[in-house]
């Protein structure tokens, strides 16, 4: 008998165990302000798989959805989906395109070498000279000329090395050669915007387009033949200088930016950093390569403006003759004898200055 | 030969960052430079999910594609490695990456980049194998060991796997068919376009 009362007691107390931890259970309820979660959301199969059916999880990372991460420098991006199309971009148009570019221009400018030759001064050097440039100006030009010149060839090795130079000289010698320009671009880089702005202070007076420039435009230039009329700087070389100082300007910005990672996170304007500093620079060097052209073996006379700082009397006659009546007072005999009305426009312009 | 894949099983991974910590451990990677990295999205939110991340080794590699040296190079199992010797640091690698992989320790004191440094899938470089230029570069070859990945051989709830492709996508088929839902194998129409339909 003392056995089953054991029992019994054993399972009386089990018993009140069960119901008192039932009864808790219970009693644990959300307090009276909380906030139910509307189910109307909840399409996955679950709670704990979200809101969000499975396939737009999915696509929506594929999108670059970001989430958290405590380790690694990209943090929580799962996929950058514009990286593929800086690389189609990059290989696609940039790379190939630059490379056909520049050998246009340099066939381009070959062609019209053989074909007009060099523009040689009609009346020859008459052996007296007019001075051009000051030596801050041809300081200044030459500065950003040898700076120029050095980051675009380090430039150029580094977007056309791996198609033009790599197959040619092995990866090995390639790459000693890109990391040197690398290294070279990145120290040279903030002189070019030091150059910039030295030269953009002393050429800028004079370079502002006026009337006479849309006729320069209308004859051609006298690239052709016959005589387009100039005042210090004609209108090839107002384009020239603009796209130096606007493009120059888009190249320092971006160039900054690329060069000092760190100064943004923001990858995405590090891709587009990348294109527009290697469109602008490819389009600059094109230009350079006719600017080079006509100011070396393209025209007679031309060299000495930046070297000496003196050129002929003759060449300013045949080539900038508003600029040498302005500064001389006479009056240029190159221009056409028929329009007598240009004397005219020259008396206005000396008035309103250059 | 086998195609090597890394897959994430976002139902299984529970962010414990294992997987860098062995990856770090076993190659003795560079300070401040982590090789994989586990994202955790939607934290504390309902469809929480963690996703441990490194080179995928892409079949239609974008680093490869866009190296202006020309120093990445595939191996026959699909590995994408690259050259530390010809490698310049020019960061284009990690422009292109979709995942981010590709990381640069600070060369100079301006910030610029040292020679990029990503997952290897423990497979070394293009030094003689187990030599101390290797180990040093590229940190442990144990594929020219016979061994897998030490980051998915460790990986306590074996969400994240390594391996041959079609082992590892079998695997993972097994798991959706037994659990009935997750068929998300994250990245994978990125890396490998063509071999898989998710």
């Given at each position: 008998?003392?056995?089953?009362?054991?029992?019994?007691?054993?399972?009386?107390?089990?018993?009140?165990?069960?119901?008192?931890?039932?009864?808790?259970?219970?009693?644990?309820?959300p307090?009276?302000?909380?906030?139910?979660?509307?189910?109307?959301?909840?399409?996955?199969t679950?709670?704990?798989?979200?809101?969000?059916?499975?396939?737009?999880y999915?696509?929506?990372?594929?999108q670059g959805?970001?989430g958290l991460?405590?380790?690694?420098?990209?943090?929580g991006?799962?996929?950058?989906?514009?990286?593929e199309?800086?690389?189609?971009?990059?290989?696609?148009?940039?790379?190939k395109?630059?490379?056909?570019?520049?050998?246009?221009?340099?066939v381009?400018?070959?062609?019209?070498f053989?074909?007009?030759?060099?523009i040689?001064?009609?009346?020859?050097?008459?052996?007296?000279?007019?001075s051009?440039?000051s030596?801050?100006?041809?300081?200044?030009?030459?500065?950003?000329?040898?700076?120029f010149?050095?980051?675009?060839?380090?430039?150029?090795i580094?977007?056309?090395?791996?198609?033009a130079?790599?197959?040619l000289?092995?990866?090995?010698?390639?790459?000693?050669?890109?990391?040197?320009?690398?290294?070279?671009?990145?120290?040279?880089?903030?002189?070019?915007?030091?150059?910039l702005?030295?030269?953009?202070?002393?050429?800028?007076?004079?370079?502002?387009?006026?009337?006479v420039?849309?006729?320069?435009?209308?004859?051609?230039?006298?690239l052709?033949?016959?005589?387009?009329?100039a005042?210090?700087?004609?209108?090839?070389?107002?384009?020239?200088?603009?796209a130096?100082?606007?493009?120059?300007?888009?190249?320092?910005?971006?160039?900054?930016?690329?060069e000092?990672?760190?100064?943004?996170?923001?990858?995405?304007?590090?891709?587009?950093?990348?294109?527009?500093?290697?469109?602008?620079?490819?389009?600059l060097?094109a230009?350079?390569?006719?600017?080079?052209?006509i100011?070396?073996?393209?025209?007679?006379?031309?060299?000495?403006?930046?070297?000496?700082?003196?050129?002929?009397?003759?060449?300013?006659?045949?080539?900038?003759?508003?600029?040498?009546?302005?500064?001389?007072?006479?009056?240029?005999?190159?221009h056409d004898q028929?329009?007598?009305?240009?004397?005219?426009?020259y008396s206005?312009?000396?008035?309103?200055?250059? | 030969?086998?195609?090597?894949?890394?897959?994430?099983?976002?139902?299984?991974?529970?962010?414990?960052?294992?997987?860098?910590?062995?990856?770090?451990?076993?190659?003795?990677v560079?300070?401040?430079i982590?090789?994989?990295?586990v994202?955790?999205?939607?934290?504390?939110?309902?469809?929480?999910?963690?996703?441990?991340?490194?080179?995928?080794?892409?079949?239609?590699?974008?680093?490869?594609?866009?190296?202006?040296?020309?120093?990445?190079?595939?191996?026959?199992d699909?590995?994408?490695?690259h050259?530390?010797?010809?490698?310049?640091?020019?960061?284009?690698?990690?422009?292109?990456?979709?995942?981010?992989a590709?990381?640069?320790?600070?060369?100079?004191?301006?910030?610029?980049r040292?020679?990029m440094d990503?997952?290897?899938?423990c497979?070394?470089?293009?030094?003689?194998?187990?030599?101390?230029?290797?180990?040093?570069?590229?940190?442990?070859?144990?594929?020219?060991?016979?061994?897998?990945?030490?980051?998915?051989?460790?990986?306590?709830t074996k969400?994240?796997?390594?391996?041959?492709?079609?082992?590892?996508?079998?695997?993972?088929?097994?798991?959706?068919?037994?659990?009935?839902?997750?068929?998300?194998?994250?990245?994978?129409?990125?890396?490998?376009?063509?071999?898989?339909?998710?």
């Amino acid at each position: 008998m003392m056995l089953h009362r054991l029992i019994a007691a054993i399972f009386f107390i089990a018993l009140m165990l069960v119901s008192v931890t039932t009864i808790n259970a219970q009693s644990v309820r959300p307090p009276g302000n909380a906030v139910n979660q509307s189910t109307d959301e909840q399409i996955g199969t679950s709670n704990t798989l979200g809101p969000d059916s499975q396939s737009k999880y999915w696509h929506d990372l594929r999108q670059g959805k970001s989430g958290l991460s405590t380790t690694g420098r990209s943090g929580g991006l799962l996929i950058q989906a514009q990286g593929e199309q800086w690389r189609l971009i990059r290989k696609n148009y940039i790379i190939k395109y630059s490379g056909w570019v520049l050998a246009a221009v340099l066939v381009i400018l070959v062609l019209f070498f053989l074909i007009r030759g060099k523009i040689r001064l009609k009346g020859g050097r008459s052996g007296q000279t007019i001075s051009r440039f000051s030596l801050p100006h041809r300081t200044a030009h030459w500065f950003m000329a040898s700076i120029f010149i050095m980051l675009g060839l380090s430039g150029l090795i580094l977007l056309l090395g791996r198609t033009a130079l790599a197959p040619l000289i092995g990866k090995n010698v390639y790459s000693i050669f890109a990391s040197a320009a690398m290294q070279g671009h990145n120290l040279f880089g903030p002189l070019f915007i030091v150059a910039l702005v030295w030269m953009y202070y002393l050429f800028v007076p004079g370079n502002f387009f006026k009337m006479v420039d849309l006729k320069w435009i209308l004859k051609g230039g006298g690239l052709i033949g016959g005589h387009a009329s100039a005042g210090h700087y004609n209108f090839g070389e107002k384009v020239w200088f603009w796209a130096v100082a606007i493009v120059g300007l888009l190249i320092s910005i971006t160039g900054i930016i690329l060069e000092f990672p760190w100064l943004s996170a923001n990858l995405q304007l590090l891709q587009i950093s990348t294109i527009v500093h290697a469109i602008g620079a490819v389009g600059l060097i094109a230009f350079a390569l006719g600017h080079i052209y006509i100011g070396t073996i393209g025209m007679e006379g031309a060299l000495d403006s930046m070297t000496t700082g003196d050129v002929d009397v003759n060449w300013a006659k045949e080539h900038h003759d508003l600029w040498y009546e302005e500064v001389t007072g006479e009056k240029s005999a190159t221009h056409d004898q028929g329009e007598t009305g240009h004397a005219q426009v020259y008396s206005q312009d000396k008035i309103t200055g250059v | 030969m086998a195609r090597m894949k890394f897959l994430c099983d976002a139902e299984r991974c529970i962010e414990c960052n294992a997987c860098v910590t062995a990856c770090k451990n076993e190659h003795e990677v560079p300070w401040g430079i982590n090789r994989r990295r586990v994202v955790t999205l939607s934290d504390g939110k309902p469809g929480e999910r963690s996703i441990s991340v490194a080179c995928m080794h892409c079949s239609d590699a974008p680093c490869m594609a866009v190296c202006p040296v020309d120093c990445f190079y595939q191996t026959p199992d699909g590995v994408v490695l690259h050259n530390k010797d010809l490698c310049i640091g020019c960061g284009y690698c990690f422009f292109a990456c979709p995942f981010g992989a590709p990381q640069y320790p600070q060369a100079g004191n301006f910030g610029s980049r040292g020679k990029m440094d990503k997952c290897t899938f423990c497979a070394g470089g293009p030094d003689a194998d187990h030599s101390a230029e290797e180990f040093k570069k590229y940190g442990r070859n144990r594929m020219a060991e016979g061994k897998l990945p030490i980051c998915a051989e460790m990986c306590s709830t074996k969400a994240l796997l390594a391996g041959d492709g079609n082992i590892v996508s079998n695997i993972y088929r097994e798991r959706v068919v037994g659990r009935g839902f997750g068929s998300g194998a994250w990245g994978w129409g990125r890396a490998y376009p063509g071999s898989v339909s998710n």
